[in-house]
């Protein structure tokens, strides 16, 4: 009972100060994360505290689950697809990259460490944080630089896992680059496949659900009905979540309600700002366990820090190194693809059912009109990517800001965590692992918002912006006028329209709450044709869509 009371005064405190870290942010204007880390920091170092350690498997599969899963639901799924490219590319061949250029480095600096060591810390630290995503963009930078980042943040963890679970082996075992590679074709395609149909189905039966709180809890269990069988299966359960996350984001607007959507949103809030506050209060209270155990294996700290600092002075390296290639990369592309889009234009002008057309040297007939539809809404959507590359290059400055947001955090911490105890020198790696997640987040994170300023990447243009909502505005005036027309005639109508302030606040009647539901539902099929599209922002589309859910509830509760 004492031991449950004390668990139960030290989750209070910790609520506490999750929540005095977020108020305090705002004024200080340095993001929640970080302020915890530190007071998690300084409260370790007081002598009363006792030595925390928390088992990386309540980190691992416990908290990052639903944690990504609900930043795969905010993901617009569009712009995801968009920069698949760019965003595998940071989540793969980074990962490699950075794990073998610190392993090979480390190896040759620490003796006894063996290249197998050497790699498992290399895994380790090459996973980056979403805190980072959160930092940007309260900074007002483009938008695509936080989808590359927060896309890196989802996926790069199963890459970084698969890698180390390998050097783990190879500490015991023979392990060949071969087996590495099919691994991790099977981790994420058993995910995959795992998420996607945690993901329908989840949207199937919370379809059918009206009470709202019902909804939210059914959701609550999606990341680990996803994430588990996943890794009972041999997949990636961090994986399965994302993908499960991104199926339900894309969704929700067809199979949930608005009181729904409306209460996922709110709660799933609540259970970040808690649950990614816990993780970072954790990395700093765990700072004396970690020094402790370095100390009882006869490690040196100081030796320690000078590891420390060269590994994270090598995971800025090898990230501007692997940045730098893409930026070209993606230069040549938006060039080519600008070549491309008169020609995608003049094709889409070609498309006649009945008559040969010629593109590129290829012919094609379409005879089916419904399929020379959906031929040309493929070249409008390619188009439409097209654009969207050219309107939001990433340059060096967009470039420098993706390099210097690469920060480390709870991922980095859990997976030192898991290494086996009979690891060589396993506390040392723990503890360069910690020093390296803690100083990027304080040292990058604490610096991104001076950073951004210097560099000064492209930012949102407010007048396309403003022109992008009005257009949405007047296509949703069309669809509303479209269903006003069928009730132009009803007598309660015109009554209605005709009330003065004061009578205002009587309710509805019945058949004006039908007509202005009908209207609500015409509005949102065209912004969700308009989502189809790719021609508008993804930050439009979703405020629009939140205000017609907003408008939708307001009139059902002055109904009931």
Do not use: C
């Not at 890698?163 to 680059?177: E, G, K, P, W, Y």
């Not at 608005?258 to 993780?279: C, F, H, K, Y």
């Amino acid at each position: 009972m004492h031991s449950g009371l004390e668990f139960l005064v030290v989750g209070v405190v910790a609520l506490v100060a999750i929540a005095v870290a977020s108020m305090l942010s705002d004024r200080i204007r340095v993001a929640a994360p970080l302020v915890l880390v530190v007071v998690g920091l300084l409260v370790s170092l007081v002598p009363a505290v006792p030595r925390v350690e928390v088992d990386p498997e309540w980190i691992l599969a416990g908290i990052l689950p639903p944690l990504l899963f609900s930043s795969a639901v905010s993901m617009p799924a569009m712009d995801f697809r968009r920069d698949f490219g760019v965003i595998s590319g940071l989540s793969v061949l980074l990962v490699v990259a950075s794990t073998a250029v610190i392993g090979v480095v480390l190896h040759l600096l620490v003796p006894g460490l063996g290249l197998a060591g050497g790699f498992a810390l290399g895994a380790i630290l090459s996973p980056t944080d979403a805190v980072a995503t959160s930092i940007v963009r309260r900074l007002g930078v483009a938008p695509r630089i936080t989808t590359v980042l927060d896309g890196e943040s989802l996926l790069n963890d199963a890459t970084a896992l698969v890698v180390l679970r390998a050097a783990i082996a190879a500490t015991a075992v023979s392990v060949s680059v071969g087996g590495v590679f099919a691994d991790f074709a099977i981790a994420v395609v058993v995910a995959v496949v795992v998420g996607l149909v945690v993901g329908k189905i989840g949207l199937i039966v919370r379809a059918r659900v009206r009470q709202a709180p019902v909804s939210t809890v059914l959701s609550f269990v999606l990341p680990f009905a996803a994430s588990v069988p996943a890794e009972q299966l041999g997949g990636s359960g961090l994986v399965a979540a994302v993908v499960a996350g991104l199926v339900t984001g894309q969704g929700a607007i067809k199979y949930l309600s608005p009181q729904n959507r409306l209460a996922d949103r709110q709660n799933w809030r609540t259970v970040e700002l808690v649950l990614e506050g816990a993780i970072f209060l954790i990395m700093g209270l765990e700072l004396t366990t970690v020094v402790a155990d370095l100390r009882d294996d006869g490690g040196s700290v100081l030796r320690g820090v000078g590891l420390a600092a060269l590994a994270l002075a090598l995971t800025i390296l090898v990230r501007a190194a692997f940045v730098t290639p893409l930026i070209g990369i993606q230069s040549r592309y938006a060039r080519r693809s600008e070549n491309l889009r008169p020609q995608l234009e003049g094709m889409g002008e070609k498309v006649v059912v009945g008559e040969s057309f010629e593109f590129r040297g290829r012919t094609g007939k379409f005879d089916d009109p419904e399929r020379a539809e959906r031929f040309r809404n493929r070249l409008q959507l390619k188009i439409a990517d097209i654009d969207y590359l050219l309107a939001e290059p990433i340059k060096v400055r967009e470039g420098a800001v993706i390099v210097w947001a690469g920060m480390r955090g709870a991922v980095t911490l859990a997976a030192a965590q898991t290494l086996p105890e009979d690891m060589p020198l396993r506390s040392l790696l723990v503890f360069v692992a910690f020093l390296v997640a803690s100083a990027s987040l304080l040292i990058q994170g604490g610096t991104l918002a001076w950073f951004v300023r210097l560099v000064r990447p492209s930012a949102p243009d407010p007048e396309e912006l403003a022109a992008e909502r009005h257009e949405l505005e007047a296509r949703m005036r069309v669809a509303g006028i479209e269903v006003m027309e069928r009730y132009r005639t009803h007598p309660l109508i015109a009554e209605f329209l005709e009330r003065t302030a004061d009578e205002a606040q009587r309710p509805d009647p019945a058949d004006f709450r039908r007509l202005r539901l009908e209207m609500i539902e015409a509005q949102r099929e065209t912004l969700i044709i308009a989502r189809g599209e790719g021609v508008f922002a993804a930050s439009a589309l979703t405020v629009a869509l939140e205000n017609l859910d907003a408008e939708q509830i307001s009139i059902e509760l002055r109904g009931d």
